[in-house]
């Protein structure tokens, strides 16, 4: 409401970041949604290198594949934020995270972790292997079960996700990149699940593994 605005305002002013008001109309030709918040701004993009990414050895990293709706996107980042990931990488291919629509998703998680966008999948995962992690894909034809694998400890290791297109899921040739397929077993009459609800059963999945190898709040 206005309150939060004048507190916004107010803080600019001390950070001495320029803040003209705008007319509706002004407003209305920046922003994209019917109903704005009121407040637009101009930042740096906050994607890294896929090296400065992994150089604090994450132990929880998701990479997602031509992923190509920005509201699947943002709410995958907001995931792994809240599930403790130590990075998010997008693909050649995949929507651009700074999308209007992928920010609002990702419900400030974008500016909490290392995002890392445009990156040649071999590679993603060449970078992976090199610091030790396992890299897992999740299809849901895989021949690995997500249940079967945290119950017998794998999904304590560092681990990377490869999270394919909404479409079509991960091809076979970005499939075979990865050590393990695996699906999450469905025990209703669901035929499939979408892509940030699969990310955030196996995000959480291996948080949860990993939290209990390590000890609460290690």
Not at 56 to 85: H, K, Y
Not at 194 to 201: D, F, K, Q, R, Y
């Amino acid at each position: 409401g206005q309150d939060r605005l004048a507190q916004l305002v107010a803080i600019a002013l001390r950070r001495r970041l320029h803040g003209p008001l705008l007319s509706d109309r002004g407003m209305a030709g920046l922003a994209d949604t019917v109903t704005p918040q009121g407040v637009v701004a101009i930042c740096t993009a906050v994607d890294v290198g896929l090296e400065q990414a992994l150089e604090l050895e994450p132990r929880l990293v998701v990479c997602c594949v031509q992923v190509r709706d920005p509201g699947n996107a943002g709410t995958v980042i907001r995931c792994a934020d809240a599930f403790g990931a130590g990075a998010v990488v997008l693909s050649v291919g995949s929507v651009d995270a700074h999308n209007s629509k992928s920010v609002r998703a990702s419900a400030g998680s974008l500016f909490h972790l290392p995002l890392v966008q445009g990156v040649e999948l071999d590679a993603a995962v060449d970078a992976f292997h090199a610091r030790g992690m396992q890299v897992l894909a999740a299809d849901g034809s895989g021949d690995a079960d997500l249940d079967e694998l945290a119950l017998a400890g794998e999904l304590a290791q560092p681990t990377a996700w490869l999270m394919g297109n909404e479409a079509w899921g991960l091809p076979p040739e970005h499939a075979r990149l990865a050590d393990r397929v695996v699906r999450v077993p469905i025990y209703g009459q669901a035929e499939s699940l979408n892509l940030s609800t699969a990310a955030a059963v196996c995000l959480y999945a291996t948080a949860s593994a990993q939290r209990h190898l390590r000890g609460p709040g290690r």
